[in-house]
């Protein structure tokens, strides 16, 4: 989409990026600190996740018509093409939350080499961008360390986005309004020491600078990998696996019909069908179960703990499905609808520990018992912190590692209805869940026989879990994760 590189300014490869620390970097956005040159998916991911399955279809019919603009008209005639299509009624509090807890993950799996190269070795660092601003900064100052964040205002009334901007068409940022911007931002005088651009558009504001440098398009060069980035996504929200291409969000559109009517049939086997046969039947439904390691046999005594890493609410039913018979699970925030479509029994936690220890020693001295100790789940390769209590009840524990594999949607959520979770992870095409039991936990390392402390006991089955499935330990907890995400502890009422 957009125009060749001018000669005058050289490529960002030949930047020297030694000895910046004092320096003051100003850079674009799309395709020069993202190789992405289109800024269509990120609109679409908020259009999907704070205006639903709707507002992505407005975004998707306006998309020809930007791209139209962009190259007959202007790239800020474009952009307003799609602000509107995307944020119009839309309230502003719903952006901001997409932006703080969706976006981040895409942007940062897009970030060009060379780009941030020179934009992390800067000590001052400036973004300039048409996007608007209530998109990127959450990912730029939080995520990328920038310091100042310079991009389109959108217009609202009374809390809701109007679909236009501010200061009429001269308000997205392009051309000679970057220049402007950063004019008005640093001081009439300014000079920072490196620009960034991409485009002919971002002449203006690199002219600026003491140096410039474009940055060419490659379909070779690869993102940044998540291992050198300053600060890692380990939290993120939304329902879309993949950034929403124009195609990408086409045949999520044309899927939508078959895949909420699959879902509900692969619900309804999970639910009505008995146990021993839920495995089968969810492999001929097409969602893809690998059992590993040595499931134990119904305890005759005292029943066996299961303590699993958390990576969506339908653990303990694949738990289940993996031994063939029906496992109830200690639970902490779940639906009404949820509780009311488990095949399982689902007790929820009182978060009063004497209270719950109490119950979990009643459940075990009746059974086994499936508890999931980080108390909330973690999409990227991260387990969060054992909780400690189910070590100190039972010398009987088996660790069992959880990985599963979805291609289009997300079966977790942290903002919205979480009842809608079983469906969405169903909804997948090809959904698969890993199932992996360890080693009864050694009678040395318990808390009765072993005399080990609770807390020693949950970080050595967190370590052991995490190397299982090549995961990072972490000490984040339940309430990290809703606070950085939807703002509160993550507590559902009854």
Same mark, same amino acid.
């Given at each position: 989409?957009?125009?060749?590189?001018?000669?005058?300014?050289?490529?960002?490869?030949?930047?020297?990026?030694?000895?910046?620390?004092?320096?003051?970097?100003?850079?674009?956005?799309?395709?020069?600190?993202?190789?992405?040159?289109?800024?269509?998916?990120?609109?679409?991911?908020?259009?999907?996740?704070?205006?639903?399955?709707?507002?992505?279809?407005?975004?998707?019919?306006?998309?020809?018509?930007?791209?139209?603009?962009?190259?007959?008209?202007?790239?800020?005639?474009?952009?307003?093409?799609?602000?509107?299509?995307?944020?119009?009624?839309?309230?502003?509090?719903?952006?901001?939350?997409?932006?703080?807890?969706?976006?981040?993950?895409?942007?940062?799996?897009?970030?060009?080499?060379?780009? *941030?190269?020179?934009?992390?070795? !800067?000590?001052?660092?400036?973004?300039?961008?048409?996007?608007?601003?209530?998109?990127?900064?959450?990912?730029?100052?939080?995520?990328?360390?920038?310091?100042?964040?310079?991009?389109?205002?959108?217009?609202?009334?009374?809390? $809701?986005?109007?679909?236009?901007?501010?200061?009429?068409?001269?308000?997205?940022?392009?051309?000679?309004?970057?220049?402007?911007?950063?004019?008005?931002?640093?001081?009439?005088?300014?000079?920072?020491?490196?620009?960034?651009?991409?485009?002919?558009?971002?002449?203006?504001?690199?002219?600026?600078?003491?140096?410039?440098?474009?940055?060419?398009?490659?379909?070779?060069?690869?993102?940044?990998?998540?291992?050198?980035?300053?600060?890692?996504?380990?939290?993120?929200?939304?329902?879309?696996?993949?950034?929403?291409?124009?195609?990408?969000?086409?045949?999520?559109?044309? *899927?939508?019909?078959?895949?909420?009517?699959?879902?509900?049939?692969?619900?309804?086997?999970?639910?009505?069908?008995? @146990?021993?046969?839920?495995?089968?039947?969810?492999?001929?439904?097409?969602? $893809?179960?690998?059992?590993?390691?040595?499931?134990?046999?119904?305890?005759?005594?005292?029943?066996?703990?299961?303590? !699993?890493?958390?990576?969506?609410?339908?653990?303990?039913?694949?738990?289940?499905?993996?031994?063939?018979?029906?496992?109830?699970?200690?639970?902490?925030?779940?639906?009404?609808?949820?509780?009311?479509?488990?095949?399982? $029994?689902?007790? $929820?936690?009182?978060?009063?520990?004497?209270?719950?220890?109490?119950?979990?020693?009643?459940?075990?001295?009746?059974?086994?018992?499936?508890? !999931?100790?980080?108390?909330?789940?973690?999409?990227?390769?991260?387990?969060?912190?054992?909780?400690?209590?189910?070590?100190?009840?039972?010398?009987?524990?088996?660790?069992?590692?959880?990985?599963?594999? @979805?291609? @289009?949607?997300?079966?977790?959520?942290?903002?919205? *209805?979480?009842?809608?979770?079983?469906? &969405?992870?169903?909804?997948?095409?090809?959904?698969?869940?890993?199932?992996?039991?360890?080693?009864?936990?050694?009678?040395?390392?318990?808390?009765?026989?072993?005399?080990?402390?609770?807390?020693?006991?949950?970080?050595?089955?967190?370590?052991?879990?995490?190397?299982?499935?090549?995961?990072?330990?972490?000490?984040?907890?339940?309430?990290?994760? &809703?606070?950085?995400?939807?703002?509160?502890?993550?507590?559902?009422?009854?």
């Amino acid at each position: 989409m957009a125009t060749a590189a001018p000669a005058k300014f050289p490529t960002v490869d030949n930047c020297d990026s030694t000895g910046r620390e004092n320096h003051t970097v100003v850079a674009d956005m799309d395709g020069t600190l993202l190789i992405a040159r289109s800024s269509f998916p990120y609109f679409a991911l908020v259009a999907f996740e704070a205006g639903g399955v709707l507002r992505l279809l407005l975004l998707l019919l306006a998309s020809p018509l930007a791209a139209v603009l962009y190259h007959l008209v202007s790239e800020r005639a474009s952009i307003q093409v799609l602000i509107f299509s995307t944020f119009a009624g839309m309230r502003v509090a719903d952006i901001e939350s997409v932006a703080r807890a969706v976006l981040p993950k895409f942007y940062t799996a897009d970030l060009h080499p060379e780009s *941030w190269r020179v934009f992390s070795a !800067c000590g001052r660092r400036v973004v300039l961008t048409a996007n608007p601003r209530v998109m990127v900064e959450p990912t730029l100052r939080g995520f990328l360390g920038a310091d100042l964040v310079l991009g389109t205002e959108i217009a609202a009334f009374r809390g $809701r986005a109007t679909g236009f901007v501010k200061g009429g068409a001269a308000g997205v940022l392009v051309g000679e309004s970057k220049a402007h911007a950063l004019r008005g931002a640093l001081g009439e005088d300014c000079q920072p020491e490196v620009g960034l651009g991409d485009r002919r558009t971002d002449e203006p504001f690199m002219a600026l600078c003491k140096e410039g440098f474009m940055v060419p398009p490659d379909p070779e060069v690869r993102p940044v990998s998540a291992d050198n980035l300053p600060r890692p996504v380990v939290f993120h929200d939304g329902r879309l696996v993949q950034k929403p291409t124009p195609l990408t969000a086409l045949l999520t559109l044309l *899927w939508l019909p078959v895949g909420f009517p699959l879902a509900c049939l692969r619900v309804a086997a999970g639910s009505l069908l008995p @146990m021993p046969i839920v495995y089968h039947a969810f492999t001929a439904l097409g969602v $893809r179960v690998t059992v590993r390691g040595n499931p134990p046999p119904p305890s005759s005594s005292s029943g066996v703990l299961f303590v !699993c890493s958390h990576r969506t609410l339908l653990d303990p039913i694949f738990l289940s499905a993996a031994l063939g018979r029906p496992v109830p699970a200690v639970v902490y925030s779940v639906s009404r609808l949820s509780e009311l479509i488990s095949p399982i $029994r689902t007790v $929820r936690l009182s978060r009063d520990r004497a209270a719950d220890a109490a119950m979990i020693r009643k459940l075990l001295a009746e059974g086994d018992l499936a508890i !999931c100790p980080e108390g909330t789940t973690c999409r990227e390769p991260f387990l969060l912190r054992f909780s400690a209590l189910f070590a100190e009840l039972t010398d009987e524990i088996v660790p069992v590692a959880m990985v599963n594999r @979805m291609g @289009m949607f997300h079966g977790t959520a942290a903002r919205g *209805w979480k009842g809608m979770d079983p469906f &969405y992870f169903f909804m997948n095409p090809s959904p698969a869940y890993e199932v992996t039991f360890l080693s009864k936990l050694p009678a040395e390392l318990t808390c009765g026989s072993g005399r080990k402390s609770g807390h020693e006991v949950a970080n050595y089955i967190q370590r052991v879990i995490a190397a299982t499935v090549s995961y990072e330990c972490t000490s984040f907890t339940r309430k990290d994760k &809703y606070r950085a995400l939807a703002g509160n502890d993550g507590i559902i009422a009854s």
